[in-house]
């Protein structure tokens, strides 16, 4: 990682548990109260996506397909939420957010007012390393079809 600013939670923390790496990006499980709440974060200091080359662009966007795809074939949720937001931490990262008619704030976003009391199930066994090779498995399957 590039680490060129000692303000930046995102380039001084992995900003989670580690899933996936590579030279552009990673992939880390958050310890949100979400069940498989991850963030893509960028591993260059840059604040919008729009900051990235053309092959940037394409291989961050193939990450959070391959990212969702891996979450939806292992959870099953309702919905997937995507955001890019970064308004406290301006380094580019995305929420992957699985969701689930029976987490706490659902239908609302997951900073509203809790709604309830959550009754998400936990992750399952060994759901680090099994998310991982999800993810490769869907990033290899987004990048072979072109779409």
């Known amino acids: 990682m590039n680490h060129i600013s000692d303000q930046c939670i995102f380039c001084r923390e992995d900003g989670g548990i580690p899933v996936y790496l590579d030279e552009m990006c990673r992939v880390v499980l958050t310890a949100e109260p979400f069940p498989g709440f991850c963030r893509l974060i960028w591993n ?6 729009s900051d990235l080359s053309a092959t940037e662009r394409q291989h961050c966007a193939d990450m959070l397909v391959a990212t969702e795809r891996a979450l939806r074939s292992l959870l099953s ?23 689930f008619t029976a987490d706490s704030h659902y ?14 199930p936990t992750l399952p066994p060994q759901f680090i390393d099994r998310l991982k090779k999800a993810i490769m498995t869907k990033l290899d399957e987004v990048k072979n079809a072109g779409n």
């Open 44 to 49: 260059r200091h840059v604040v919008e996506f």
């Open 107 to 120: 239908p609302q976003p997951i900073w509203a007012e809790s709604l309830r009391e959550s009754r998400t």
């Open 77 to 99: 949720p309702v919905k997937m939420n995507i955001a890019s937001l970064g308004n406290i931490t301006p380094h580019l990262h995305w929420h992957v957010i699985p969701r």
